[in-house]
């Protein structure tokens, strides 16, 4: 069974500051991770996804993804973030080495970043 | 270029009841997933359609159904309708080719049922 976690319900940053959302997840095999960031009362949009290849991977609106084989991890960075950014962010997983066709999504983190 | 379509944005049923709803892929994409995202939670994966068959299917009862037309539109339907049932509820096209690619969402629609 393939699943991710979101250890954080909320991360609060200034603007201008780093900021990082954490994901770790489980599959047999060799994930495919995505992430997407969900605005009010909207569907989700997609910012970037790791298949293979180089570690860090780059997405819309400045936003970066480093995956981590050994600790399981796919965190989404961005180094200076900005207002517009708040929203609620969710990783997402799919094991291709199944017949597993779906993805499965974690619980989300909402990203508030202040003025 | 056209994203992915839904509708309608928003339903009220009340209990028992049964509710249709329709998407529209992203034009160029095979394979449309539907996925019910309750309030604070992420999606949650329903089924999935490619060529007009029901590909794959999640953890959900057999009231809800759905379809898969030959212009790969999709319809969602849900019968006998419980409270539990309200949550936005998103459909999602892909290309089955590319088991990389990703999803595109549309807005959803808001089930109320009361």
């Known amino acids: 069974a393939q699943s991710v976690a979101q250890p954080e319900d909320q991360v609060n940053v200034a603007e201008g500051n780093p900021l990082t959302v954490k994901c770790t997840y489980s599959v047999s095999g060799n994930p495919y991770l995505f992430w997407y960031v969900q605005y009010p009362n909207r569907g989700l949009q997609f910012l970037l996804k790791?298949?293979?290849?180089?570690?860090l991977v780059k997405g819309s609106y400045g936003f970066e993804a480093e995956f981590n084989k050994s600790q399981t991890s796919f965190h989404l960075k961005k180094p200076s973030a900005l207002v517009s950014d708040s929203a609620l962010y969710f990783c997402a997983v799919r094991d291709p080495g199944s017949n597993d066709y779906k993805l499965s999504f974690g619980a989300g983190t909402t990203v508030t970043v202040r003025a | 270029d056209a994203g992915v379509t839904q509708s309608p944005t928003h339903l009220i049923k009340t209990r028992g009841q049964q509710v249709t709803l329709r998407c529209s892929p992203k034009?160029?994409?095979?394979?449309v997933s539907w996925y019910q995202q309750a309030l604070g939670q992420g999606p949650q994966f329903i089924f999935q359609y490619y060529e007009e068959e029901e590909r794959q299917r999640g953890n959900f009862p057999d009231r809800f159904s759905g379809h898969q037309y030959p212009n790969y539109s999709s319809e969602l339907n849900v019968n006998a309708l419980l409270l539990g049932d309200s949550a936005l509820y998103l459909c999602?096209?892909?290309?089955?080719?590319?088991?990389?690619?990703?999803?595109?969402f549309g807005n959803g629609t808001r089930l109320t049922v009361t």
């Open positions: 999602a096209s892909s290309l089955a080719g590319g088991p990389g690619s990703p999803l595109h």
């Open positions: 790791y298949i293979t290849g180089d570690n």
């Open positions: 034009s160029g994409h095979d394979t």
